[in-house]
């Protein structure tokens, strides 16, 4: 296998773990650990997804993309919609049938809708390869830079706009605009990503290495603002501090990737990868389909440290044990073709 995608698919195997873990309680540990998670494990999937991306007709990103994004958004959150409400006891229920379904319709977050929780990451990324592919579009050689750095600045204010009114955007518009500044580095990047320790770039090392040090300054010293970083609740958190701290998280992880796909044999790099291969199917189901019965049920319902290592457990062979399903029979779902999915 090439060793740069081996790479890939063994960090998005970590990258979905941790997604899985920032779902769960862990005790009295629980705030800690979802706070420096949060810091950057969504950013990352919006960083790594820009390795893939390159400029294409609005016909065929649109075709891609509709198919590989918004059609698992409706098909699985309609789906979970009607088990969120078979599951759940009428008490439980926070808002309406009727508020509920108007705001998945229109992709927009709110606590309380588990039915569809983990989903708006599906719509967020469609916006930004959308918003991505209009930036790719603008050729002129003489103002291009300069058009591309306005439309940023400006976008990057309706983000803090959005966040400091508490505004939740249609589409998750607001998520897709915080979240460019990420997938853009990660496309002007990814080539000397995938060559970091042999890479010659001083100002590239020593801007990696200064992120990795300032997110290990920010998560002990500075606990105060990663409390606030909730992307799902629209909570960015201290915009400066946040975004180098989720870089420099996101290189760590990126360089321990690199270091497991050395090996490339062991059972780690080969049962990593193929969480990373996988890892949308199990961020589609993992919480609406298995986490959420499980707390419907009380299954393991005490909130200790033993408790989440066995529910993370579980959740993690229930979503394995649905991969090769979906991939058989539903492989329309999330957008691959039959002959792609055996």
């Given at each position: 296998m090439?060793?740069r995608?081996?790479?890939?698919d063994?960090a998005?195997?970590?990258?979905?773990?941790l997604?899985?873990?920032?779902?769960?309680?862990w005790?009295?540990?629980?705030?800690?650990?979802?706070?420096?998670?949060?810091?950057?494990h969504?950013?990352?999937?919006f960083?790594?997804?820009a390795?893939?991306f390159?400029g294409s007709t609005?016909?065929?990103?649109?075709?891609k993309k509709?198919?590989?994004?918004?059609i698992?958004?409706?098909?699985?959150?309609?789906?979970a919609?009607?088990?969120?409400?078979?599951?759940?006891?009428?008490?439980?229920?926070?808002t309406g049938?009727?508020?509920q379904?108007?705001?998945?319709?229109?992709?927009m977050?709110?606590n309380?809708?588990?039915?569809?929780?983990?989903l708006?990451?599906?719509?967020?990324?469609?916006?930004?390869?959308v918003?991505?592919?209009l930036?790719?579009?603008?050729?002129?050689?003489?103002?291009?830079?300069?058009?591309k750095?306005?439309?940023?600045l400006?976008?990057?204010?309706v983000?803090?706009?959005?966040?400091?009114?508490?505004?939740?955007?249609?589409?998750?518009?607001?998520v897709?605009?915080?979240m460019l500044p990420?997938f853009?580095?990660?496309?002007y990047?990814?080539d000397?990503v995938?060559?970091i320790?042999?890479?010659?770039?001083?100002?590239?090392?020593m801007?990696?290495?200064?992120?990795?040090?300032?997110?290990?300054y920010?998560?002990?010293?500075?606990?105060?603002?990663?409390s606030?970083?909730?992307?799902?609740?629209?909570?960015?958190?201290?915009y400066?501090?946040?975004?180098?701290?989720?870089?420099?998280?996101?290189?760590?992880l990126?360089?321990?990737?690199?270091?497991?796909s050395?090996?490339?044999?062991?059972?780690m790099?080969?049962i990593?990868?193929?969480l990373?291969?996988?890892?949308?199917i199990?961020?589609?189901?993992h919480?609406?389909?298995?986490?959420?019965?499980?707390?419907?049920?009380?299954?393991?319902?005490?909130?200790?440290?033993?408790?989440?290592?066995?529910?993370?457990?579980?959740v993690i062979?229930i979503?394995?044990?649905?991969?090769?399903v979906?991939?058989k029979?539903?492989?329309?779902?999330?957008?691959l073709?039959?002959?792609?999915?055996v």
């Open positions: 090439n060793i995608l081996l790479y890939v063994v998005k195997g970590i990258g979905i773990l997604v899985v873990v920032g779902h769960l309680s005790g009295c540990h629980t705030r800690e650990v979802h706070s420096v998670i949060n810091i950057f969504m950013p990352f999937w960083f790594v997804s390795f893939f390159k609005w016909y065929e990103l649109l075709t509709v198919s590989r994004l918004v698992p958004y409706f098909f699985y959150g309609l789906f919609f009607v088990l969120y409400y078979k599951i759940t006891p009428p008490s439980h229920i926070l049938l009727k508020e379904m108007v705001h998945f319709c229109i992709g977050r709110s309380g809708y588990m039915f569809s929780s983990t708006w990451f599906l719509s967020s990324l469609f916006g930004v390869y918003i991505s592919n930036f790719t579009r603008i050729t002129d050689k003489k103002y291009a830079n300069t058009i750095f306005l439309l940023i400006t976008l990057f204010n983000g803090m706009l959005s966040d400091y009114y508490d505004i939740i955007l249609p589409l998750n518009l607001d897709s605009i915080y990420y853009f580095l990660g496309y990047s990814k000397t995938s060559k320790p042999k890479v010659n770039n001083r100002f590239f090392l801007l990696t290495l200064s992120a990795i040090v300032f997110f290990f920010y998560i002990c010293i500075e606990r105060r603002y990663i606030d970083v909730n992307i799902y609740a629209c909570k960015f958190g201290v400066p501090f946040n975004y180098i701290s989720a870089f420099g998280g996101i290189m760590i990126l360089l321990l990737s690199q270091f497991i050395r090996y490339e044999n062991s059972y790099s080969k990593l990868s193929w990373g291969k996988n890892s949308i199990i961020f589609i189901v919480q609406a389909f298995i986490i959420h019965p499980l707390n419907c049920c009380n299954i393991l319902a005490e909130n200790t440290m033993t408790n989440g290592i066995l529910r993370f457990s579980i062979l979503s394995s044990c649905l991969v090769p979906i991939n029979y539903l492989y329309w779902s999330i957008g073709r039959k002959e792609l999915s």
